[in-house]
Each structure stands twice: as structure tokens, then as C-alpha cells.
């Protein structure tokens, strides 16, 4: 696609109960972020694949966080046993190794409630 | 990476000029300095970008010093809807990057 993908949207679920978001990059990029951002809130970092590199996971939060890119494409955020204070928005980004000065280009988030 | 330092908030009125200063005083040699546009409710996006001297595009002007200690990003004659936290990066391309996000500044355009 054009941009980067995230999926679902929105996503309410029970606190305990486990949840997987989506990311597509953009086509031919090679580096991809996850964040997450609480309302009101700056960015967090969590994750960041790059190519064939072992990813950096050094902002995971916790051990109920993690992340996997199939195929140096498509990834999963995994959220294990989820508490309230994992409610935030879920952002994906990806970049084009190489390029100049490293623009990177967000999608527009995964929101996750938990009640 | 560079770290980076920025006004929590500015107020402005439409149709002002909008000068948002960052400091970044351990830049590196090969890092480039990057500013993002956020608006409620969606993912960051990318406004301009420079390495030395001034870049303008459709959108706004940077402006950096010599010593590339500090950056400024201008906005021209702001409107409603550039209201927006506006974030500051310093970093270069290499296989082990990554991007850390500051605070960023919140801009209020007021009526």
C-alpha cells in the first residue's frame, strides 16, 4: 500500500485476556518502529526491526510485550495478560535503510482499551 | 544519539509566524535533524528535515546555525489547524538506528 498499515483500528478487550496489533509497512522498507503513546502523552519507544539485524527490544516494557516481523515485512505487536495501564495508542512506523537523514513514516495507530 | 530540548508549550494567534527553537548540543557529525508534526488522534508526520544552513519547503523553513548546536523550525502565518505538538530529532541513518521522541512542543493557535 501507500502508507503504513495498522490493524484493527480499535480494539476493547477484557484485562487478562491477550492481544495481537498488526503492522504493514510501507513496500521496500526495511526498518520498522512500534511505539506507544498514552493520551496526552510523548512517544515511547518499544521495538525496532532492521532488516535481517536482531530487532532492538530494548523498550519493551515488560515480558508480556512482544514483537515479531515475518519474512522482513509484515509485524505483531503481542500483548500477554493485559492490564489497564496498557491502554494507549499503538503506533507503527517504517523507514527506508539508507535513505538520507532517515524519514520515517507513521500509521495511524492501533487504539487498545482494556476494561 | 543526540539528545534534544524543547519548550513544553508556545501560544500563538493566526496569522503569526511561529519559531519553535531546539537544542541539541552533543549533535554529531553525521546526524541530521528531523521535525515532526503531530495532531491529536494520529500517528507523527514528517515536515522537514536539514543538516546545516536553511531548508524551506511548502510547509516551513529551518533555520540551523553554523554550530548546528540548535535548530529552529518556522512556520509562516499559522492557522487554526496547525495546531499541533511539534517534535525535534537528531540522529543519523546506520544499521543499529533507532528514534527516541522527546517531550515535543505544543503549539496553541489561538482565533
Known amino acids: 500500500g501507500a502508507g503504513v498499515s495498522q490493524s484493527p483500528s480499535n480494539k476493547v478487550t477484557e484485562k487478562g485476556k491477550d492481544v495481537e496489533l498488526r503492522c504493514d509497512p510501507i513496500?521496500?522498507?526495511?526498518?520498522l518502529y512500534w511505539y506507544r503513546q498514552s493520551l496526552g502523552q510523548g512517544l515511547e519507544f518499544l521495538i525496532y526491526?532492521?532488516?535481517?539485524?536482531?530487532?532492538?527490544k530494548s523498550g519493551l516494557p515488560s515480558d508480556r510485550f512482544s514483537a515479531e516481523r515475518t519474512g522482513g515485512s509484515v509485524s505483531t505487536l503481542t500483548i500477554q495478560r493485559t492490564q489497564q495501564e496498557d491502554s494507549a495508542v499503538y503506533l507503527c512506523?517504517?523507514?527506508?535503510?539508507?535513505?538520507?537523514?532517515?524519514?520515517?513514516?507513521f500509521g495511524e495507530g492501533s487504539w487498545l482499551t482494556v476494561v | 544519539l543526540a539528545k534534544t530540548t524543547q519548550p513544553i508549550s508556545m501560544d500563538s494567534y493566526e496569522g503569526q509566524e511561529v519559531n519553535i527553537t531546539c537544542s541539541h548540543n552533543?549533535?554529531?557529525?553525521?546526524?541530521?535533524i528531523t521535525w515532526y508534526q503531530q495532531f491529536p488522534s494520529q500517528g507523527p508526520r514528517f515536515i522537514i528535515q536539514?543538516?546545516?544552513t536553511k531548508v524551506t519547503n511548502e510547509v516551513a523553513s529551518l533555520f540551523i546555525p553554523a554550530d548546528r548546536k540548535s535548530s529552529t523550525l518556522s512556520l509562516p502565518r499559522v492557522s487554526l489547524s496547525d495546531t499541533a505538538v511539534y517534535y525535534c530529532?537528531?540522529?543519523?541513518?546506520?544499521?543499529?538506528?533507532?528514534?527516541?521522541f522527546g517531550s515535543g512542543t505544543r503549539l496553541l493557535v489561538r482565533p
Open positions: 512506523a517504517s523507514s527506508s535503510y539508507g535513505q538520507s537523514g532517515n524519514t520515517i513514516y
Open positions: 552533543n549533535i554529531a557529525t553525521n546526524d541530521y
Open positions: 530529532l537528531v540522529g543519523e541513518t546506520d544499521s543499529s538506528y533507532k528514534l527516541i
Open positions: 536539514g543538516y546545516k
Open positions: 526491526f532492521q532488516g535481517n539485524s536482531a530487532p532492538d
Open positions: 513496500s521496500g522498507h526495511t526498518a
